[in-house]
């Protein structure tokens, strides 16, 4: 059956479920094309499916981080442990860990491609010529965006290398497919792909608004719809507030952004045509619609703090499902009410799982509180008592031995402590027992590394109280990751971390910015002396990369597109009693807990489905795979 009958099926604006197959859907649903014409809502059940297909997680996850030097999990054989431990390979590429992009974003740049030859056809319910207009501008401007995503994605995962010394992307289709399409198609260039995004991203930031809210007044809609005829409650109708959660012109800018990092990252940089002065220029643009602000509560967005961008003295528990949170989250999916992540990743007195278990790799890249790195000698650094004196953000993001965490507030004591207690032989447990919280205590459910997960999760959660589940928010895209790009790209740029280039920060604007955002000194003199050194900043930016978006997805990637090492084995604490000493003094060992089993020479790029390769002759895999 044709691929184009796939839009005789679609329920618009039903559940999104998902069909049972693009080119096979059921007989007995079988309605003539015709039919979608004149009823809207399954024309506009096409970009709905292809929201649908977005390539993120359905709440954050800290799914591929512990697939690297960051973290391990405590749960042997899950699809991400394996993928780390040496069974990576072009037939076991799991979707559900998010490595393999394949199935689902060439599903959705299908649903994309129907919807924008179809789009111009349907006759929408729509009152006024001037609404009809607007409504599809937006609605073409949403699927340029949605596209842009899905080949975003697809590049991060199948792009790179093959055997004839090309680097290439994936197929570039920009038509829809159907039953007498040749689907042995080639992999387009990389080049050719990032141009294609560049392209639907200024294709979509020309029709979308920056953000979905309603004008008060004729007097504010904007000229070019005053022009077709429209007043306030049609823009109201089709741009307003209600339209929260779509995709805007603000999201096209950074998804642009994103892909012109990555195309001008050491791994692709030399065959994709995009220039670190070009990705800082396309960053900068994203960064132009905030004026450069970054939000001095943006590193701290999956805490309850986070205030209500109508009322600054409202937190998440009262923000809008959709609401926009001002200068930080770009875009993100509706706020949820669970405890997902707290039971998942609370150490096992908490009732929690304790999977996510932080490295010393990573607790060694956060700073000292003077801004030193702990390997250099003015830091002040002492191996004996690790976690003194160190950069805030630390705390913030990983549960160490005797932090106070989930303790509790009386009304006549005041603050009672909950200390977590991670190492070994050691009388913390009730009446001197051990506790499972110490390091290895069950083969389940406690820490491998000496330390849990703090990050993302909110200290206000009761694991095994279904009305002491919190809001959560799960974002998308943010601003930080922008800011953060800027700098990596704009150092490569320019010889001088402190040349702006015409812009109103530079890469030194905005490290600094971010540190003292953390709770670093203003006078950072680290950051000062990295400032005479490209290369030095270039370690930094990358560190400071890596403690603001840790367990956000991102390291994976990272150290591919860098072409960093990719095996470095995991690290982590043994704390013990001293025996010599009668003062209970411990003893600080670091231990190697995980290997990992990758392969630098190729495997910086991702494999393409070996079944897609056996099946299509043209389709050239990834070198080394």
């Known amino acids: 059956m044709k691929t184009k009958n796939i839009i005789f099926y679609l329920v618009g604006l039903l559940a999104f479920s998902s069909c049972e197959d693009m080119f096979e859907p059921a007989d007995e649903n079988n309605r003539p094309e015709e039919v979608m014409y004149e009823e809207s809502e399954l024309g506009y059940g096409l970009l709905i499916y292809a929201y649908d297909r977005l390539p993120y997680p359905n709440f954050q996850t800290t799914q591929t981080d512990i697939a690297t030097d960051d973290a391990v999990i405590n749960q042997t054989g899950s699809e991400l442990w394996n993928i780390a431990n040496g069974s990576w390979a072009a037939d076991y ?6 490595l393999n992009q394949w199935d689902a974003c060439k599903d959705g740049i299908q649903y994309v491609n129907l919807f924008l030859q179809k789009v111009d056809k349907i006759k929408w319910a729509l009152s006024a010529a001037s609404k009809q207009q607007m409504f599809i501008e937006r609605m073409k401007g949403e699927a340029y965006t949605l596209r842009a995503i899905f080949y975003y994605y697809l590049l991060q995962a199948h792009g790179g290398y093959a055997d004839d010394g090309v680097l290439y992307g994936v197929p570039l289709l920009l038509e829809p497919e159907n039953g007498s399409s040749d689907f042995n198609q080639p992999r387009a260039t990389f080049a050719d792909c990032i141009s294609q995004i560049f392209t639907d991203c200024d294709n979509a930031i020309k029709l979308l608004p920056a953000d979905y809210k309603n004008v008060s007044n004729n007097d504010e809609v904007p000229q070019r719809y005053k022009d077709m005829g429209a007043n306030a409650d049609g823009y ?8 929260q959660g779509l995709v805007s012109a603000r999201v096209a800018e950074c998804v642009k952004a994103q892909a012109a ?46 205030p209500d961008p109508d009322d600054a003295t409202k937190k998440i528990d009262h923000l809008k499902p959709s609401a926009s949170e001002r200068l930080e ?38 700073p ?104 959560h928010l799960y974002p998308r895209i943010r601003y930080t990751e922008i800011f953060l790009a800027y700098a990596e790209a704009a150092n490569d740029a320019w010889d001088n971390p402190k040349d702006k280039h015409g812009n109103k920060m530079s890469a030194y604007d905005v490290i600094k910015a971010i540190r003292q955002r953390g709770g670093l000194p203003a006078t950072d003199p680290y950051l000062e002396a990295c400032a005479n ?22 390291r ?27 003062d209970g003094s411990l003893i600080y060992t670091v231990i190697e807990v995980e290997d990992r089993k990758f392969d630098n020479s190729y495997q910086c790029y991702g494999p393409l489905p070996k079944g897609e390769v056996d099946k299509w002759s043209e389709l050239k895999q990834n070198k080394g795979w």
């Open 556 to 582: 994976f990637w990272d150290l591919r597109r860098w072409k960093m090492d990719i095996t470095k084995p995991v690290m982590g604490m043994k704390i013990e009693v001293d025996p010599s000493k009668t």
């Open 261 to 306: 990092l990555l195309a001008a990252s050491p791994a692709f940089r030399d065959g994709s045509g995009v220039s670190a002065e070009k990705a800082a220029d396309i960053c900068a643009a994203a960064l132009n619609r905030i004026d450069w602000q970054l939000d001095p509560i943006g590193n701290t967005w999956y805490t309850p703090t986070m």
């Open 93 to 98: 590429n799991p979707t559900g860990a998010y």
């Open 368 to 471: 000292m509180a003077n801004g030193y790195p702990i390997t250099e000698t003015a830091s002040g650094y002492d191996p004996k008592n690790p976690y003194a004196g160190r950069d805030p953000r630390l705390a913030n993001t990983v549960i160490y031995n005797d932090m106070d965490f989930h303790g509790m507030e009386d009304k006549d004591e005041g603050h009672i402590p909950n200390l977590i207690k991670t190492g070994v032989n050691m009388p913390y447990g009730k009446d001197g027992n051990q506790t499972d919280d110490n390091l290895n205590a069950t083969s389940s459910k406690s820490t491998r590394t000496g330390y849990y997960l703090k990050k993302l999760l909110r200290e206000d959660c009761n694991v095994d109280a279904a009305n002491t589940r919190q809001y």
């Open 236 to 243: 109201n109708n089709v741009f307003g507030s209600n339209r």
């Open 329 to 366: 989250i770009v875009w993100r999916a509706n706020r949820s009410n669970d405890n997902k992540q707290e039971k998942e990743n609370y150490p096992p007195s908490l009732k929690g799982n304790g999977r996510v278990n932080p490295s010393q790799n990573l607790v060694d890249a956060f």
């Open 533 to 554: 050194s490209k290369e030095k900043m270039t370690e930094l930016i990358r560190n400071e990369r890596r403690i603001e978006l840790c367990f956000e997805n991102k």
